[in-house]
């Protein structure tokens, strides 16, 4: 089959109205998509070509600087990426930075998608994208992307966009101090620079015990010092003793990642050492919060939070101390975990009674 030929700006332009259109708002929220998905198989396969050479050209470990917005997993909440735009900006007045899963579990993983490699290809210093363990076909065929591609157009576009997953970089360091990832930090990684080492375009098996899929797959735990295998089954669970010890290593502040559901929106281990974000609110019903995380040109960051009725974006602060003198103030910590053979979430809620 002939490659169609590149789309040109304008009709990636239309491209971006068609599928910003779909949106319909109630109040300062997008509610709901109407219609069909905007664009044919030749123009996807169009769109993912051209996204797919032009990421090729950046290197695995995409060096930025400050003042951008971070966003952790979004998957397939087209609708809660809106959102995020509209509060902080839509390309081009805002700089992004995204750390992978775009797609599955939600409902419209395609126009995630579209609009984001729409928007690499219009402005493509102003957006970023890194590679998320979602990003993989055999995942893909086990989440729902891969049905939602049947559903909406057909397998060769699923094909279409599997082959730009296997062209997104992984990592991203921000004024050389801030390494950004979707999963978490590897033993195996000596030197920065092996990451653009990274073969691409490659497709992501959780079962290879590499590199990438370490970057991917890894997580953070606050109940070990070291490094252990991940429960998971690929990757590796962290400790703050390995973290603060790569960190030296490699002459970093923090590690900033995505990955993990987190009811909050975002979540830390140690003192800032390493920064969880997740952007999807109200992902599969569990009533999570999302968050983003503005990076300002001193290096300093904060996080807007994002409701999951009103999807509005308030500066999320710690609570203030409890002053009040004869009353105490006590936390109470309730931990779920969801597992299966792809997916371990671990959900901890704090409920503080005063």
Not at 17 to 25: D, F, I, P, T, V
Not at 27 to 39: E, S
Request: with cysteine.
């Amino acid at each position: 089959m002939t490659s169609p030929a590149a789309p040109s700006r304008q009709e990636i332009l239309a491209y971006v109205s068609a599928l910003r259109s779909r949106a319909e708002r109630e109040g300062d929220r997008f509610a709901r998509l109407v219609g069909n998905f905007p664009l044919t198989v030749p123009q996807l396969k169009g769109l993912c070509d051209a996204s797919r050479r032009a990421l090729l050209k950046e290197p695995g470990l995409v060096e930025l600087k400050p003042g951008l917005v971070v966003v952790g997993d979004i998957h397939g909440q087209f609708l809660s990426l809106l959102d995020i735009f509209q509060r902080q900006g839509f390309p081009p007045s805002t700089r992004y930075l995204f750390l992978g899963d775009f797609i599955d579990r939600g409902e419209d993983g395609l126009e995630v998608m579209a609009l984001l490699l729409a928007y690499k290809l219009l402005y493509p210093e102003q957006i970023h994208l890194l590679r998320g363990n979602h990003e993989a076909s055999i995942i893909t065929l086990m989440y729902g992307f891969y049905a939602e591609c049947l559903q909406k157009l057909s397998e060769e576009a699923w094909k279409d966009v599997c082959s730009v997953f296997d062209a997104l970089p992984a990592a991203a360091i921000i004024g050389k101090r801030m390494l950004c990832l979707h999963g978490g930090i590897s033993p195996q990684l000596r030197n920065l620079q092996e990451i653009n080492a990274i073969k691409r375009p490659a497709p992501l098996d959780h079962e290879a015990g590499d590199l990438l899929t370490d970057l991917v797959w890894s997580d953070p735990s606050p109940d070990i010092s070291g490094w252990v295998k991940n429960r998971r089954g690929a990757g590796w669970l962290f400790g703050l003793r390995a973290l603060q010890s790569f960190k030296r290593k490699h002459g970093l502040d923090v590690i900033v990642r995505a990955h993990e559901t987190v009811l909050t929106g975002h979540t830390e281990l140690g003192n800032g050492d390493c920064v969880t974000v997740f952007s999807a609110p109200d992902y599969q019903g569990y009533g999570n919060i999302g968050a983003t995380m503005t990076v300002n040109e001193d290096l300093t960051y904060a996080f807007e939070i994002y409701h999951p009725q009103s999807c509005e974006a308030v500066p999320a602060s710690p609570p203030a101390p409890d002053t009040r003198s004869g009353q105490a103030r006590c936390v109470f910590i309730f931990e779920s975990n969801f597992k299966s053979e792809w997916l371990d979430l671990n959900i901890s809620i704090d409920i503080v009674l005063t």
